[in-house]
């Protein structure tokens, strides 16, 4: 059995993810026998007859329905281009999504999905704490074109999510629930399917309430929100995707009708990948597997030293989350993994915290994540500087936290840096 994109299978046997990363999508004979697709450089494509102009414009800008055995042809780079068509291709894998749309940053992916989905008067309500620069767009630029943003907090819930809307006539407005999980930078939980279930009930027959979900922190091998009743899930690649520090994308993925209305938004506002962005990230697309599963070997080792370590105060790490724990049964049900991504307290406040990141020399002191490299940050000061003071208090943001996003270097050589770091404190 096989689908238009490539074989998934061998015989009865189905090929696993990090199989299909290799070739799934392409085929040497396409471009001279090359095992990997080459970059297509090109802004424009010739077309072989004037007829096949017609028919692929007609398709792309919607002017008729795509029949069952046509593709859309190739027109310009904007619109779409064999790199980032291979890309979206192996992108759906992971997750099981229909459907991809990559983009040359995070949040232009995420400001694509917003203004595709959500119209003046409807309300948008959203988990906190959340990345600085998605709080920013949330509370500062959305309201500027008529849509309401709502904010609940991770921890509460259900019952956060839904007493956010019961202000104001707010659930019959509802258009969208979007959430970080697990949330920047405090690692806490949203029980992705009590959102579904909150947006199907406000949903109406001519207005769907959807469920985004920013699944960045744990990436697409430990998470997979579309299972568990999200309609779009998206990503920053720049992070565990693209795992090098060395490009800028974003992606949605989600059924093959939403992805198109995103794709549609995405021609106009010319936001979407590269083949240069493309290339380099089907390349580090290989290797996603060992790196986040070496990540993550040696993140439990690492939370399980820090919060040992008589200078940390608190350790937030879902590897650590006990039976008693609110976020317990979510991670249990929600999470393969607990993933690479550990805030830590450090006893004291900010001048401790700073203390220690001077003194770090192997783990590099840089924002973002999910790269080979191990990085360590202040939230507070530096990603979610953005966010009012009392307002990061609410979110459990302190002076006192660090953020370590950790990389394929040896356990061992992170942990002695750490140590030798915390004895400067």
């Known amino acids: 059995m096989s689908d238009e994109r490539g074989k998934r299978t061998i015989g009865s046997h189905r090929l696993s993810p990090e199989s299909l990363m290799m070739s799934y999508g392409y085929r040497p004979e396409w471009s001279e026998g090359a095992v990997k697709p080459p970059i297509f450089q090109t802004s424009t494509f010739a077309f072989a007859t004037a007829e096949d102009g017609k028919a692929f414009f007609e398709v792309a800008y919607g002017l008729r329905e795509r029949r069952n055995d046509e593709t859309l042809g190739l027109i310009y780079s904007r619109l779409n281009n064999p790199s980032l068509e291979i890309l979206e291709d192996r ?9 991809a749309a990559a983009f040359e940053s995070g949040m232009a992916s995420i400001a694509t999905t917003a203004f595709t989905f959500l119209r003046p008067g409807q309300v948008l309500a959203f988990s906190e704490p959340i990345y600085g620069g998605t709080e920013y767009l949330f509370h ?12 609940f907090a991770a921890w509460e819930g259900r019952d956060g999510l839904e007493s956010a809307l019961a202000a104001d006539g707010r659930a019959a407005r509802l258009g ?10 405090t690692n806490r939980l949203v029980d992705i399917r009590a959102c579904a279930e909150v947006a199907r009930a406000h949903s109406t027959d001519d207005r769907r309430v959807l469920v985004a979900v920013d699944n960045t922190f744990l990436g697409p091998l430990w998470q997979h929100p579309l299972k568990h009743g999200a309609d779009l899930v ?3 690649l720049t992070k565990f995707v693209g795992g090098h520090s060395d490009l800028i994308a974003g992606a949605v993925l989600g059924d093959e009708e939403l992805i198109t209305r995103v794709k549609a938004t995405r021609t106009f ?3 979407m990948a590269g083949p240069w962005t493309g290339w380099l990230l089907l390349r580090s697309m290989e290797t996603l597997k060992l790196r ?7 993140a439990r080792v690492i939370a399980d030293v820090l919060a040992r370590h008589p200078k940390v105060k608190r350790v937030y790490y879902p590897g650590h989350l006990e039976p008693d724990d609110a976020d317990y049964e979510i991670f249990e049900r929600q999470c393969t993994s607990p993933g690479s991504m550990i805030s830590f307290d450090v006893d004291g406040g900010e001048p401790e915290a700073f203390r220690l990141l001077n003194h770090l020399q192997l783990i590099k002191l840089a924002v973002s994540l ?11 000061s530096m990603t979610h500087s953005d966010i009012p003071p009392e307002a990061q208090v609410r979110m459990g943001i302190t002076g006192a936290m660090v953020r370590l996003s950790v990389g394929v270097e040896h356990a061992d050589d992170l942990i002695a840096d750490l140590t030798a770091a915390l004895e400067a404190v």
């Open 269 to 271: 506002f010319g936001s």
């Open 370 to 380: 999910g790269g080979t490299e191990s990085l360590a940050e202040h939230p507070a």
């Open 176 to 185: 969208m629930v979007y959430v970080e999980t697990p949330a920047n930078p």
């Open 91 to 99: 992108l759906t894998l992971w997750d099981g999504a229909e459907a």
């Open 234 to 236: 998206l990503y920053s």
């Open 292 to 298: 986040m599963t070496q990540q993550v070997e040696s």
């Open 140 to 151: 500062n630029i959305l309201p500027e074109f008529g849509i309401e943003t709502v904010p």
